[in-house]
Every structure is written in C-alpha cells, then in structure tokens.
C-alpha cells in the first residue's frame, strides 16, 4: 500500500528563520512527487512536480528537492505570508489516485 | 486557461436532509474529476472519481454519491445526510489520462455543517 508521511505536522518560525518540511513516501515505482500549498478555508493550490531522484524546483522562497525515499520543501528567509499547510502526494504506476500527507501546518511570525 | 467552481462556499443543512454539491471546470475538455472530504488534521479522503460522463468510480462506502450528467461537470450527492458528513469538501480535476505526471488543481471547497 502506497504511503505519504509529512513531518513535523505544524512547524513555527520566525521571520527570516529557514527551515526545511519533509515527506517521506513509500509508493512501488514512483512518478510524481507533488508539493501544494493550502490557505484556511481554501483549496490546495499547486507548487511543484518533481519526477526522479536529484530533481529540484524553484520559486521565490521556496525549493523543492527529491531522493529515491523522501522530499522536501525548503523555505529561506520565510516571510508572515508563507503561513499555510503544505501537502505533497505521490502517484505511482497507472493509478489515476494520488495518495497525500496529512500535511504540515506552517506559521511565520513576524 | 482552466477555472474550476464549486458552490455553495458554505452550506449548513439538518440532519436528514438532501444534499447537492457543484463543481464544473472550464477551458479544457474531457477532464478527471474528483471529490475530497477534508477534515481538520487528518488529510484529504478522496471519496470518488470520474474519468468520463457517466463514470464514477467510489473509494469509500458511505451515505453520499456523485454524477457526472455533463463531461466538465461533477455532482456529489445524498438523500438523507448524517452529522458524520460535516466537512470541507474538495472538488479537483486533472487532464484526461492516468494523471500519474499531472498535478491536481482543486477548487476552493464547501464548508457543509450539518444540525
């Protein structure tokens, strides 16, 4: 059975204060690897895909990276408005379900 | 570009009562579609989906179902709801084909509440 497991579930930082989320998945042959951000009361909103081990993407604060068990979001110099739950998913083989996180619920203080 | 809707935002109906939710996406065609319940701390349940008009597919046994009358437009359903229907339900669509390469993109949600 496939699985997705984020840490830590919440995570506060100052501002300015880099950190790094981590989701760690268990899936029989990998295709996408997903990161999507979540604003309360909003639907998930799409970040990155990452496809193979050693893989990275960009945008503004945020970069995402990916090994053969694990990725992470990492977040530098994070700012008050970066706070929202970050998901990631995983699909695998043919299957038209990805499986998700549980999330990791992030707040910047200023 | 593509847009998804879902409506109500927010919905607070009694116990017993029906239910329809909607959720329609436009500027491609041929989409999958899927509906989410999320609750607080635990993760998106995804509760059906639908690769073509007419298909649906359930992942969870429950008191709700869903249509798909038009091929960009999904439904999700009950005759009678309970209060353990109360949640944030998701709408999503991908582009047609195993979606194993396509990221989700989702709609913003219904709050139902149920008395």
């Known amino acids: 059975e496939d699985q997705v497991t984020q840490s830590p579930e919440a995570l506060r930082l100052q501002e300015g204060e880099s950190s790094s989320l981590n989701c760690s998945y268990t899936?029989?042959?990998?295709?996408?690897l997903f990161w999507y951000r979540q604003d309360p009361g909003k639907g998930p909103e799409f970040l990155f895909t990452?496809?193979?081990a050693g893989e990275e993407k960009e945008k503004e604060r945020l970069k995402a990276t990916l090994t053969k068990k694990e990725s992470f979001l990492h977040i530098t110099a994070p700012k008050p408005e970066d706070s929202a739950t970050y998901l990631c998913?995983?699909?695998?083989?043919?299957?038209?379900?990805?499986?998700f996180g549980r999330g990791t619920s992030l707040i910047v203080h200023p | 570009s593509q847009t998804i809707h879902q409506w109500p935002a927010t919905l607070v109906q009694p116990v017993g009562s029906p239910l329809s939710l909607e959720c329609t996406v436009e500027?491609?065609?041929?989409?999958?579609l899927y509906w989410y319940r999320q609750a607080a701390g635990r993760g998106l349940q995804l509760l059906f989906y639908?690769?073509?008009?007419?298909?649906i597919s359930s992942e969870v046994p429950q008191n709700l179902s869903a249509s798909r009358p038009q091929d960009r437009q999904f439904i999700l359903s009950s005759k009678k709801l309970l209060l353990s229907d109360s949640g944030f339900y998701l709408c999503?669509?991908?582009?047609?084909?195993?979606?194993?390469?396509?990221?989700?993109?989702f709609g913003d949600g219904t709050r139902l509440s149920i008395l």
């Open positions: 998913a995983a699909t695998s083989g043919g299957s038209y379900i990805p499986t």
């Open positions: 639908s690769v073509g008009i007419g298909q």
């Open positions: 899936v029989s042959g990998l295709r996408g």
């Open positions: 990452l496809y193979s």
């Open positions: 500027g491609t065609s041929n989409p999958n």
């Open positions: 999503a669509w991908t582009r047609q084909g195993p979606s194993t390469d396509q990221p989700q993109h």
